[in-house]
């Protein structure tokens, strides 16, 4: 079983910067593909960014390319999104995600553990 807690969301203004950080409890973190996932009221869930297991790989949704980066510290069990240049439409519960898969899957259905959610808001 692996736990976990995402942290650093808030209220911020459109143009702003914000890092969300998710820690795991899990001895082997690096042996996960990790990912952000976001979810607005009444829409489902999607797929914002993901990293392999060492960090080398990458993959961006569409919108989010060129604005949030996503990174790992496998010494701290720990993945990041800084999230820049923030729109309104950002606005979501922010989940961390974490698949024994060995690729960066989009769907959600491909990950085994999730955090319980940090929300970020960004006003206009």
């Known amino acids: 079983q692996v736990q976990l807690v995402e942290s650093g969301g808030g209220l911020v203004q459109a143009g702003d910067s914000l890092r969300v950080s998710c820690t795991a409890s899990a001895r082997t973190f690096s042996a996960y593909v990790m990912a952000w996932f976001r979810q607005d009221s009444g829409k489902e869930r999607e797929f914002v960014a993901g990293?392999?297991?060492?960090?080398?790989?990458?993959s961006y949704e569409d919108s989010v390319k060129g604005r949030f980066t996503i990174s790992r510290d496998n010494a701290k069990n720990t993945v990041y999104l800084q999230m820049n240049s923030l729109k309104p439409e950002d606005t979501a519960v922010y989940y961390c995600?974490?698949?024994?898969?060995?690729?960066?899957?989009?769907?959600?259905?491909?990950?085994?553990?999730w955090g319980q959610g940090t929300q970020v808001t960004v006003s206009a």
């Open positions: 990293i392999s297991r060492n960090g080398d790989e990458t």
């Open positions: 995600a974490s698949s024994r898969g060995s690729v960066i899957y989009i769907s959600p259905r491909l990950y085994d553990y």
